[in-house]
């Protein structure tokens, strides 16, 4: 039982251990999206708006103050003579009351000031959207140019391969006198080259995947293999998270305009006040006495001298300026696709003459190897036609990853 249990965690540890191995762009921008700091703050601010939203719906209950002084007055209200029944005042007095003070009517500006707030907590939030969404470019530059190096590096230790091989094969052709002695000396060179490259990529490899890295939060080492992209979808249909801003943009200014609409309404509270003091509400009557007033209040400011017309142009005129961003925004959103439609269809031709010219080569190259057997060319013309060919094959790779890159990137310039 014991054993069968090892060998599965072992298995479990190999599925889990090849699952790390290789890494989608797709994964490479949820990572980013979801471990990126800034991501955090989404919630941050629907729970700010949440407790900002609960302290204005508070405003529509009753206001409750306890009040309470005590006062010593140089002077009171005297009579020129004294009157049957009737103290004269003290000039200390006494007085401590309740006061409730509710909320009737405000023409709604509560309610108004409310959905402004939700509003600006969509568009904070789309903000957000917008700058995570802006890592997307970042991460197509490192994920394609690590894809390339892997191919250029995957090229190399063919070629590496194949003179490793042909190596063999001169040392064959000296031991029989048929090929040079500087022929094997030749190939050595060519390979210590390559190894000079493979140094280059593995050192430019490792910068890229560390930032990589960092964009993601994720450790992605020298081991990890990246898969290129293989479905393309194109249309014309721009969906940005900017386009969803600036029209979120438009939508709290809207609701601005009904908050400065409801400046002007009238404002109706009712209140109550009870207390007990010296002297009471009577004058009169100089000792304490328990006393109320209840009552309504209106206030209304039927004249403002044009201030909430004035208020609500400048916010009209804000209108405009987020529509104009949003215009110039889309104009350059379709020069970029247009861009990166043409440099999809020229990769698309140079795929195509790739092909044609690597099935010349290798032709010539094949002629060129027998002509090596039989020391008809030395191995320095031999390498020459090798070269080219793998100079062929590298271009046909280098266009390969370019075109993923240029379909990922309209695909991101577009929204998707």
């Not at 989608?24 to 979801?34: I, Q, R």
């Not at 104009?331 to 247009?338: A, D, G, P």
């Amino acid at each position: 039982m014991k054993t069968k249990l090892l060998l599965l965690l072992v298995l479990i540890s190999s599925i889990s251990t090849n699952a790390q191995q290789t890494l989608t762009l797709e994964d490479c921008y949820t990572l980013a999206s979801k471990n990126y700091p800034i991501s955090k703050q989404s919630e941050l601010i629907q729970q700010k708006s949440n407790y900002e939203i609960e302290t204005l719906n508070k405003g529509k209950l009753p206001k409750i103050d306890i009040n309470a002084q005590a006062t010593y007055q140089s002077d009171v209200i005297g009579f020129p003579s004294t009157l049957p029944g009737v103290q004269p005042l003290n000039k200390d007095q006494y007085r401590t009351t309740l006061d409730v003070n509710q909320l009737l009517y405000n023409g709604g500006t509560i309610d108004a000031t409310a959905k402004l707030k939700e509003a600006q907590t969509k568009t904070q939030q789309k903000q957000i959207d917008v700058s995570l969404y802006q890592l997307k470019s970042r991460i197509n530059h490192y994920f394609f140019s690590i894809l390339l190096l892997q191919e250029k590096k995957a090229l190399l230790i063919s070629k590496k391969d194949l003179l490793t091989s042909k190596i063999k094969e001169v040392q064959s052709g000296v031991k029989f006198g048929a090929i040079l002695p500087s022929s094997e000396q030749v190939l050595e060179a060519e390979i210590i080259k390559i190894n000079q490259q493979l140094v280059e990529i593995n050192f430019e490899n490792i910068k890229l995947l560390n930032n990589l890295s960092e964009l993601t939060f994720t450790k992605i080492d020298a081991e990890t293999t990246l898969i290129q992209p293989l479905t393309f979808s194109k249309n014309t249909m721009v969906t940005r998270p900017e386009i969803a801003f600036y029209d979120l943009q438009n939508e709290q200014l809207e609701f601005s305009k009904s908050v400065i609409s409801t400046s002007n309404f009238p404002k109706i509270n009712a209140f109550g006040q009870a207390g007990y003091g010296n002297p009471g509400l009577n004058m009169l009557d100089n000792s304490f006495q328990p006393f109320y007033v209840v009552g309504l209040k209106a206030n209304w400011n039927v004249f403002d001298w044009g201030k909430t017309k004035t208020d609500k142009k400048v916010v009209d005129i804000s209108k405009d300026m987020v529509t104009s961003e949003k215009e110039t925004f889309e104009l350059n959103i379709k020069m970029q696709l247009e861009e990166q439609d043409f440099e999809i269809k020229k990769l698309e031709q140079l795929l195509l003459s790739d092909a044609e010219i690597i099935q010349i080569l290798e032709k010539v190259i094949k002629s060129s190897d027998a002509q090596l057997k039989n020391g008809v060319i030395t191995s320095s013309e031999y390498l020459v036609e090798l070269t080219h060919l793998f100079e062929a094959k590298n271009s046909l790779k280098a266009h390969e990853v370019q075109l993923a890159a240029a379909k990922s990137n309209y695909e991101t310039i577009q929204g998707k």
